[in-house]
């Protein structure tokens, strides 16, 4: 049972932020990034946004953050500007520790 029952709007709304966050501010380049931190970026509680991902998202936080990672990752591979970089170097720099 979810902690939040946000109107339809309300989690429209919250949905556009987080997407927002990921997408222009790419918030998951940051390896330290948690439910906190993404929360304070928000200006909201982190049960909020934790109820948003899980119910807007169909996800958990770590697996929001992680996919947009690996598609951060295979970006990266086929770019030719970071052919000088490692699997690993990658990697870093797309927000995996």
């Known amino acids: 049972q979810p902690k939040f029952s946000l109107p339809p709007e309300k989690l429209l709304e ?16 940051d390896a330290d990034l948690s439910i906190q931190k993404l929360a304070n970026i928000l200006q909201v509680s982190p049960a909020l946004v934790s109820a948003v991902i899980n119910q807007a998202f169909g996800r958990s936080f770590r697996s929001l953050v992680n996919d947009y990672r690996l598609e951060h990752v295979k970006r990266k591979l ?18 995996f520790n």
């Open 14 to 29: 919250m949905k556009g932020m987080v997407a927002q966050a990921f997408e222009s501010m790419h918030v998951y380049l």
């Open 78 to 95: 086929v770019d030719p500007a970071s052919a000088h970089l490692s699997i690993a170097g990658i990697a870093y720099e797309s927000g």
